[in-house]
Every structure is written in C-alpha cells, then in structure tokens.
C-alpha cells in the first residue's frame, strides 16, 4: 500500500456540465467513464466527487474524476486509446469547462504517522519552515 | 481501508507559481502546506504532484495538492483555522492561479476487484453504456 500510494500516477479531471445536461445524462457519461477501467489495461482505478462549495474557490467546476495508472507509459496508452477517444467524443461535448492534469504522487504528510511522517511525535522532525512563524510566536496558535 | 476510501472528504487544489518563484521558495511553501497536517486536527494527509505533460489540458496549472479531512464539518474547520490562514498568507501571493475543490469520493471502479467492481470478472455485472457502442460493435475495440 505504501508504494501504491507514494509515487501512484493520477490524473485529476475536474468539469463543469454544460447548463441542461441532465442528471440521467450525467449519471450515464459517468458510468461510461468509469467503464473505462473494464476497457484500458493500464487504467488502475477510477473515482470521482462532487464539490461541496466550502471555500467556493472551484473556478466552477462541479465534478471531480481520479484516474489512476500503472506507469507513465499506460498514460501515455489512455491518451490514445481508442476507448478513451470514444467516450471522449461522448462527453467533451456536455462540458462547459474542464481542466485536466496527470502527475505522480507525492506523500508528504499523513495524520496516522504511518509513513513516518505523522502528526504522531514526529513533528519535531520537519523544521517549522515560514508560514509558522506566528505559531511559533503565540505558542500553538491554535487559540488565536 | 473500504471506508476511508469511499467517502473519503477530499480537497483538489490546483496551482500555478508567479514566474520568477523560486524552486527553493516552492519547496518551503510545499513544506509549509504539508506541515498544516500538524497543526489542523482534521486534516488527515497531504499528498502533492507535479504535473507530466501528457494531455497538455491541464489550463496552465503545474502543481497539485490532495487533502483529505475526517468530515465536513472538519473541512469547515479547516477553512477558517488560523494556522490555514497564516499559510494562505504566504501561499497566496506567489500565485498566478489556482483552483481548489473539496468533495466527497466515490468509489466507482478499480482493477483490482477488492470493492467488487473491478476488472476481475464483474464486467458483467454493469450495463455497458452508452460511449462503448462502437466497442459492441466491433468486437473489443482495443484494436481499432
């Protein structure tokens, strides 16, 4: 799991449907992407979300969709495969936006300390770069 | 692992540095975002990638960060923690664009068959949809 996780290549797709594209048909063009997976070899996993407009810094976008892959090389395989081309032609045509991005996995930091790396007593670790420094003033700045 | 998978609480953010940032300065700023796990009770992970260039649909955006969080009521939490707020601070500012998304994972497939849906056996279980038309026509389409 470790090596799945630290190093996994995604690709993040985030979409906005155009206006009128209704439920049903966005449910479908979601089933199809995620069919996906039954058709490319090197696709590993398909995910997807919806935004719950928190910070209502989206730009938009409405949907999220993580793809994951074996190697750089089955990307580049998704990119031009024929089932990729043909779903694509189905849904590029509902989106209003979208803006997609494939890159490899980076782990820096998880909260159950299981890389190392955890908020459990390995803080002192990692210098407190700036971007703390008021924390370091104030104490925890937790209660600021 | 089911669990923290699907429903997983996420947030996508999407980045573009100023020209003239500093490979040295994006370390620190990475550094410094990876350190709010730290800092904020509900954030759990902070993963990070850069992007590969395979598509070149990716809107200009270079850097991405994945954040997950222990519900929405602690991504509401972590939007207004101070110590969110002092990274922001600095984070911002050497920004020509950025994009962040929070949203609820679904799991909807993956190659291993572990939820059930995956590759191995179970294609049969979902409707092939719409989008794969040409694939039922033309046998597996993955020679076309």
């Known amino acids: 799991m470790e090596e799945a996780k630290g190093g996994e290549l995604k690709n993040i797709l985030m979409a906005k449907f155009k206006e009128g594209t209704s439920e049903s048909q966005i449910e479908q063009l979601i089933e199809s992407f995620a069919n996906l997976v039954n058709l490319v070899e090197p696709m590993k996993s398909f995910h997807w979300g919806k935004e719950l407009s928190i910070e209502k810094e989206e ?6 969709f993580e793809t994951t892959f074996e190697s750089v090389e089955g990307m580049a395989e998704y990119a031009v495969h024929p089932a990729h081309h043909d ?24 909260g ?3 890389d190392g790396t955890g908020r459990d007593g ?23």
């Open 59 to 64: 730009e938009g976008y409405i949907h999220v």
């Open 87 to 110: 779903f694509a032609k189905l849904f590029l045509p509902n989106l209003e936006k979208m803006c997609s991005i494939g890159y490899r996995l980076v782990r820096r930091r998880d």
């Open 112 to 114: 159950t300390g299981q």
């Open 122 to 144: 390995t803080e002192q670790r990692f210098r407190v770069m700036f971007g703390t420094s008021k924390m370091e003033q104030n104490g925890t700045g937790l209660n600021d």
